[in-house]
């Protein structure tokens, strides 16, 4: 067995170990470290432009962001506007028509005191001409003269306002 021999095969094992190395240094050299480095260069490139790209997403993402957030401050004071406006005409609309009711109410009352008024005088009247009557029945009944009838009202008037 060579392997055994060590003396007499190994300068030449040693040259072709050489060679053997050399050649395969070689060819890794020139044709595989270049293409592993194209590739290291690739993949770093390519990570520098999604470095790039996801910094440059990040910025438009937050230009979108504080667009929308000044959207909606606009809209929410656009809302609170139209509220406040919505609020104040309708306190106006109540207002007036608080005043409408109020208004009609007091011409109602007007009215119902004016008519309470006539019927208390009506009935005031008649209480008059009903004591009257009454007293004039009263007194031919109890004392058997006929009394005139404006003697018979002054005396039932006077009896009221005695009262």
């Known amino acids: 067995m060579?392997?055994?021999q060590q003396i007499d095969t190994y300068l030449s094992q040693a040259f072709w170990l050489v060679v053997c190395f050399s050649i395969l240094l070689f060819v890794m050299w020139r044709v595989a470290l270049p293409r592993v480095a194209?590739?290291?260069n690739n993949r770093q490139q390519r990570i520098q432009d999604d470095l790039e790209q996801a910094e440059r997403l990040k910025s438009e993402a937050a230009a979108v962001l504080a667009a929308y957030e000044k959207a909606m401050a606009e809209a929410r004071g656009r809302a609170q506007a139209l509220q406040r406006e919505t609020h104040d005409a309708l306190?106006?609309?109540a207002a007036a028509r608080l005043a409408?009711?109020?208004?009609?109410l007091k011409i109602e009352s007007d009215a119902a005191e004016a008519r309470i008024q006539r019927a208390r005088n009506e009935a005031l009247s008649s209480v008059k001409i009903v004591a009257a009557e009454l007293a004039e029945a009263a007194v031919k009944r109890l004392i058997g003269i006929d009394v005139?009838?404006?003697e018979a009202e002054s005396a039932a008037q006077r009896a009221a306002q005695a009262r």
């Open 100 to 104: 409408e009711i109020a208004q009609r």
């Open 148 to 150: 005139p009838r404006s």
């Open 38 to 40: 194209a590739v290291l």
């Open 2 to 4: 060579p392997q055994l």
């Open 91 to 93: 306190a106006k609309e």
